[in-house]
Nanobody, 121 residues
Framework: QVQLVESGGGLVQPGGSLRLSCAAS????????IGWYRQAPGKQRDLVAA???????SYADSVNGRFTISRDNAKRTTYLQMNSLKPEDTAVYYC???????????????WGQGTQVTVSA
C-alpha cells in the first residue's frame, strides 16, 4: 500500500507565507512526476505547480514567481512554498504523485488527502 500525508495548511493574512508538505510512505519503488493542485469551492481542481523526476519545474501563471515546488527523494516528500499569498489562493490543496510500486510495471496516480489554505485578513 501507498499513503500520502499532507500538512502545512492553515489561515494566513494576505502577503503571508505557508509551506505545504506531502510525504509518501509504503511499498514504493520509484516516484515520478509530482504535481500540486488546488480546488476552490464550486470550481474545478487545477494544477498550480509540477516537478518532474528530473526536477524540472513548471507553474501556473497565477502563482509563478510566488510559489516554489520542490522534492526530497530521500525523504519521499514534496513541498510547496507559497509566498505573497492572496485571497484568491484560498482553496484546498492536493498533492499528486506518480508512483511505481515494487513488482509492478506502471506508474499510478496517488493523491493526498487535501489541506485547506485560507488567505484572509
Amino acid at each position: 500500500q501507498v499513503q500520502l500525508v499532507e500538512s502545512g495548511g492553515g489561515l494566513v493574512q494576505p502577503g503571508g507565507s505557508l509551506r505545504l508538505s506531502c510525504a509518501a510512505s509504503g511499498s514504493i519503488f520509484s516516484i515520478g512526476d509530482i504535481g500540486w493542485y488546488r480546488q476552490a469551492p464550486g470550481k474545478q481542481r487545477d494544477l498550480v505547480a509540477a516537478i518532474t523526476s528530473g526536477s524540472r519545474t513548471s507553474y501556473a501563471d497565477s502563482v509563478n514567481g510566488r510559489f516554489t515546488i520542490s522534492r526530497d527523494n530521500a525523504k519521499r516528500t514534496t513541498y510547496l512554498q507559497m509566498n505573497s499569498l492572496k485571497p484568491e489562493d484560498t482553496a484546498v490543496y492536493y498533492c499528486n504523485l506518480k508512483i511505481k510500486r515494487w513488482y509492478t510495471n506502471n506508474y499510478v496516480d496517488y493523491w493526498g488527502q487535501g489541506t485547506q489554505v485560507t488567505v484572509s485578513a
